[in-house]
């Protein structure tokens, strides 16, 4: 099998062109950037392009599955910024009052196609499954006032909700730097033709998540449980996957992702019965990994665990009887600084949840 890896250096306006087709696998972590990051990711770009006249911006790597003469890409890492990126282009295709201007910037987030070169219309990049449609609807198609006026308490994911969040950071920038439209098109040009990323190319899976896990031991800002996510389900057969991709983004979305590698962290000192020594990646792998399949972790373990977590770190424990007490008691529990006590509460409410007084007892 070829493992042959490339690496090149390219402008955003060949990232975002048609060489590319971005596709976020189904068991990759949502879209996760806060109102945080994409504000000071706009703010550096801002402040190098004011100060930096000539000099060249680097704003990393992604590393994706592809081969030399195909567009089709599947993103393993880079999608944080991808995303955040296209949000960016939204916004600033949204400030041109010049027709032209803002077609050509709404280009560089939908390939409009060429019937004689043989590309299709189509998105530049494709998010999982749960968001594309809601990101294609709002972002891609620069529907940026509809995105604003949508309730939040209505999207499903954390994902769209960072989407419409990331969106109106960008927007109030893009507002308050560039009233005058020829100072935006020069700040277009600096970022299309002076911002760089690399672009870590590998023909095959395997290949792929090696350079990935690499990266993150030096320091890519990931969670445990993204490398856990990308190696368990990467290795399910290919009709499976997309089935335990919505499992385990449905734990996630309810537990949030902190609270979801918390959960991790209790099901390690579960299997392991002791405190932890080393990082939770790490000890994940030796103690939970070796021990079960990726369908059984998620079906056996991660799911009731999670359910349990749940209801013992917000008291929602339900219960015919007795729930008010243990609730009770569990609100207590939880103004401890110490959380030793949640690894076995939450293996016992996992075997003995509908036993509720046992529970209390």
């Known amino acids: 099998m070829d493992s042959k890896i490339t690496g090149k250096e390219y402008p955003l306006i060949k990232i975002f062109s048609s060489d590319f087709e971005y596709h976020i696998p189904e068991y990759q972590r949502p879209y996760a950037w806060t109102e945080e990051e994409t504000g000071i990711l706009f703010d550096d770009l801002y402040e190098f392009y004011q100060k930096e006249p000539t000099d060249n911006y680097f704003l990393g790597s992604i590393v994706l599955i592809k081969n030399d003469t195909a567009r089709y890409a599947e993103v393993i890492d880079g999608q944080q910024r991808l995303t955040t990126l296209s949000i960016l282009f939204a916004a600033m295709a949204e400030r041109f009052s010049d027709n032209d201007d803002r077609a050509e910037c709404i280009g560089y987030l939908q390939e409009k196609g060429s019937k ?4 299709k219309a189509r998105p530049r990049l494709f998010l999982r499954e749960w968001d594309q449609g809601f990101f294609n609807q709002y972002i891609q198609n620069v529907k940026l006032d509809d ?10 994911t954390e994902s769209k909700r960072h989407i419409q969040n990331n969106c109106k950071v960008l ?4 507002q308050e730097n560039f009233s005058d439209e020829d100072a935006l098109l020069d700040f ?14 590998t023909p095959n899976q395997e290949s792929a998540f090696r350079v990935f896990s690499v990266m993150n031991s030096r320091g890519l800002d990931l969670l445990p449980t993204d490398i856990i996510k990308s190696e368990t389900i990467g290795k399910l057969p290919a009709g499976e996957r997309a089935a335990y991709t919505k499992k385990w983004e449905q734990m996630e979305n309810e537990t949030g992702r902190e609270g979801f590698n918390e ?3 209790h099901t390690r000192t579960i299997f392991a019965k002791e405190r932890p020594k080393k990082n939770l990646l790490a000890e994940f ?8 399949d990726g369908k059984v972790l998620i079906d056996e373990y991660l799911g009731p665990y999670a359910e349990a977590y749940e209801q013992l770190k917000n008291g929602t424990y339900a219960a015919i009887q007795c729930a008010g007490e243990i609730n009770y008691m569990l609100y207590w529990l939880n103004k401890t600084k110490n959380y030793d006590w949640m690894p076995p509460a939450i293996q016992f409410i996992s075997k003995y949840g509908n036993d509720p007084a046992y529970v209390l007892w």
């Open 116 to 119: 004689l070169a043989g590309i």
């Open 147 to 156: 995105l604003d006026k949508v309730n939040p308490v209505t999207l499903d």
């Open 171 to 174: 927007r109030e920038r893009f």
């Open 188 to 201: 277009s040009i600096f970022l299309l033709n002076r911002c760089y990323m690399v672009a870590v190319s």
């Open 263 to 265: 959960v991790f962290t």
């Open 285 to 292: 792998r030796e103690y939970v990994i070796k021990e079960v």
